[in-house]
């Protein structure tokens, strides 16, 4: 598997600590997303970056921040202020398929966070 | 406001049963519908979208509007076919994210 790497695959935090998940993608897709994936909750978006420099906040941003400097790189910061952050973190990325109404998203192996 | 719901969590399934995992969604729109599917240990990825309608592992998933159903089946199911399943509707067209629901867990009983 390649297109689209996170790192580190397990990370534990102390409470209190502010984290970065990193999220690269060497696909040239132009969007970016992160979700959370919880048991029984399926996936809930965080935020999503359709471009360079700008993202908006998703369905439970709260005690998040991100950046979109590089079209190939959304890390995402777990803040001390996110109230419950031990969850499995997935990034995804895409692009405008030509021709079609669709956009398919293609998902990296995801990153286990995990608050001590 | 988007939702998907998928009213099974687990589903078990003896192997040559046949399977169907419900999906009904919410939306005053056009919608786009995708199937995605997590094997064990693997990563999330794209089994079927409505638009397409098209057969994947022998899983088929025809949009119903007046239902709005958008149910994945297979008439035969095979061990290799337990995993977990998530129904998904794009917001609007384009680059934009996706509505998961809350995933079915199915599997196939030898």
């Known amino acids: 598997d390649g297109g689209i790497t996170q790192s580190p695959k397990y990370l534990f935090r102390k409470e209190g600590q502010n984290v970065t998940l990193s999220c690269e993608q060497n696909?040239?897709?132009?969007?970016m997303y992160w979700y959370r994936q919880d048991p029984g909750q399926g996936l809930r978006l965080i935020y999503y970056?359709?471009?360079?420099?700008?993202?908006q906040k998703g369905d439970i941003a709260e005690g998040y921040s991100v950046s979109r400097e590089k079209k190939e790189s959304f890390p995402l910061t777990v803040t001390s202020a996110q109230k419950n952050p031990t969850a499995f973190y997935l990034c995804?990325?895409?692009?405008?398929?030509?021709?079609?109404?669709?956009?398919?998203?293609?998902f990296g192996p995801g990153t286990r966070l995990t608050v001590l | 406001a988007q939702r998907v719901t998928q009213p099974e969590k687990l589903l078990s399934v003896f192997k040559g049963a046949p399977v169907e995992l419900k999906c009904n969604y919410s939306?005053?729109?056009?919608?786009?519908l995708f199937w995605y599917v997590q094997y064990s240990r693997q990563r999330l990825q794209l089994l079927l979208r409505?638009?397409s309608r098209e057969s994947i592992k022998g899983f088929t998933a025809d949009l119903n509007k007046g239902e709005t159903s958008f149910h994945l089946k297979k008439p035969f199911a095979q061990e290799e076919d337990s995993a977990m399943y998530y129904c998904?509707?794009?917001?609007?067209?384009?680059?934009?994210?996706?509505?998961f629901g809350k995933g079915t867990r199915l599997s196939v009983i030898a």
């Open positions: 995804a990325s895409s692009t405008q398929a030509p021709a079609l109404s669709y956009n398919e998203q293609f």
């Open positions: 696909l040239n897709h132009d969007a």
């Open positions: 970056s359709q471009i360079v420099n700008d993202f």
């Open positions: 939306y005053s729109g056009s919608p786009e």
């Open positions: 409505h638009i």
């Open positions: 998904a509707l794009r917001r609007n067209s384009g680059n934009t994210p996706l509505v």
